[in-house]
């Protein structure tokens, strides 16, 4: 089991960037698959990027391709969500979640265990 704990959220104005940090507990976290997600206000929660346990496979949703960096250093069981030119669509709380590496899946399901999440706002 892995306990994660989101932070650097806040309020930012668009095109502006920010850096989520993900830090879990644990000798485990180096061995998980980990991801990060966003639900906006009434709306379904999606999946932002993936990165697998060793940082070979990394997956993006179209919406944030080039924009947003995922990465990992599992030295200190933390992995990041570099944000830049960020868009009000971007609004959201962001969650962190983790998964035992086994096959490299995207799909929020997927994931048993998740953050309290982080808000992210970016004002127009």
């Known amino acids: 089991q892995v306990q994660l704990a989101e932070s650097g959220g806040g309020l930012v104005q668009a095109g502006g960037s920010l850096r989520l940090s993900c830090t879990g507990s644990?000798?485990?976290?180096?061995?998980?698959?980990m991801g990060w997600f966003r639900q906006a206000s009434g709306k379904d929660r999606e999946t932002v990027a993936v990165?697998?346990?060793?940082?070979?496979?990394?997956y993006y949703t179209d919406s944030v391709k080039g924009r947003f960096t995922i990465s990992r250093d599992n030295s200190k069981n933390t992995m990041y969500l570099q944000m830049a030119s960020l868009e009000p669509g971007d609004t959201a709380v962001y969650y962190c979640?983790?998964?035992?590496?086994?096959?490299?899946?995207?799909?929020?399901?997927?994931?048993?265990?998740w953050g309290q999440g982080t808000a992210v706002t970016v004002s127009s």
């Open positions: 979640a983790a998964r035992v590496a086994t096959r490299f899946t995207t799909a929020p399901g997927d994931f048993p265990w």
């Open positions: 644990g000798r485990a976290f180096g061995s998980r698959h």
């Open positions: 990165i697998s346990w060793n940082g070979e496979n990394i």
